[in-house]
């Protein structure tokens, strides 16, 4: 079993910061790609940023040079530092994850619960 949590949302005001942490943690080998989504109310889920296990990323157009994602391989965990926050950036993020429990193993898709960041204007 491989469990993600988020941690890190909250209410800021538009122009904000937030920096959002994804903690993985059970039986892990290695962990792949790991992701941010979100989810805004009435809207589908989108995809927000990506970044491998070597430290490539890639990041939505709506979020390209405010948002910046990050890992710590060590930690098993993935950041999601969000700046100049917009009204429109509200909704529930998501942190996705490619697990391998063991080396012979493939990928599993491991979601977190969700945390909501709200931004008033």
């Known amino acids: 079993q491989v469990q993600l949590v988020e941690s890190g949302g909250g209410l800021v005001q538009a122009g904000g910061s937030l920096r959002l942490s994804c903690a993985a943690s059970?039986?892990?080998?290695?962990?792949?790609?790991m992701r941010w989504y979100r989810q805004a109310p009435g809207k589908q889920r989108e995809w927000v940023a990506m970044?491998?296990?070597?430290?490539?990323?890639n990041s939505a157009n709506s979020v390209k040079g405010r948002f910046t994602i990050s890992r710590d391989n060590a930690k098993n965990t993935v950041y999601l530092q969000m700046n100049s926050l917009k009204p429109e950036d509200t909704a529930v993020y998501y942190c996705?994850?490619?697990?391998?429990?063991?080396?012979?193993?493939?990928?599993?898709?491991?979601w977190g619960q969700g945390t909501q960041v709200t931004v008033s204007s």
């Open positions: 996705n994850a490619r697990v391998a429990q063991s080396s012979s193993a493939g990928y599993d898709d491991c």
């Open positions: 970044i491998t296990s070597a430290g490539g990323t």
């Open positions: 059970g039986s892990i080998f290695t962990i792949g790609v």
